[in-house]
């Protein structure tokens, strides 16, 4: 009994710790979003004025935010690390799509009337559910934050399922065009 509390607060002592870094690892991503948002708007004004070259800054946000949505890839380069750190039953759920307007940083769930003109990114959510060891599934949601182009993780759901933890992650998927 002693060994089974032991275990218990170390194990809840762990999850705490864990959510405490990541809530730090967030808001240090939300900056950068915001701060790319900035980078966008200058970088659209300057192309409205005139032509410009391929500077590494530009190339490093066309990574981030590529033309195409290309969810089968994003799923492509996710499945051989899943096995490298022995992910069980990996599945993947695509919810839809929103679109945030770039001035405002407003999310929109439809697109803008016609005659309006805005610049968006597109945001495909995308449900992953999966079972792993504690360590693995660290290293394996760490991969997946850690992508050339940006993904964010909106929420993640851990639950102890017999010997293994049962995880519900939600993340999104960012583009500057339709699939």
């Known amino acids: 009994m002693k060994r089974q509390k032991i275990t218990f607060i170390l194990l809840l002592t762990a999850v705490v710790v864990s959510g405490a870094l990541f809530s730090f690892y967030a808001k240090s991503r939300i900056a950068s979003i915001?701060?790319?948002?900035?980078?966008?708007?200058?970088?659209?004004?300057?192309?409205?004025?005139?032509?410009?070259?391929?500077?590494?800054?530009?190339?490093?946000?066309?990574?981030l935010f590529p033309e195409k949505a290309d969810i089968a890839g994003f799923i492509e380069n996710i499945y051989p690390v899943s096995k490298k750190y022995f992910v069980k039953n990996l599945t993947f759920e695509q919810k839809g799509r929103e679109f945030i307007e770039l001035n405002s940083g407003k999310v929109l769930k439809a697109l803008p009337a016609a005659g309006q003109k805005t610049k968006l990114i597109y945001s495909y959510p995308v449900k992953v559910n999966f079972y792993s060891a504690y360590r693995n599934m660290a290293e394996f949601v760490r991969v997946i934050q850690n992508q050339e182009r940006l993904v964010t993780i909106d929420s993640l759901k851990v639950k102890r399922d017999k010997e293994t933890l049962a995880v519900e992650m939600a993340v999104h998927i960012y583009s500057t065009e339709e699939k």
């Not at 966008?40 to 500077?55: E, L, M, P």
């Open 34 to 63: 915001n701060s790319l948002r900035s980078s966008i708007k200058s970088f659209d004004r300057v192309r409205d004025v005139s032509d410009i070259k391929d500077t590494g800054e530009i190339r490093n946000l066309k990574e």
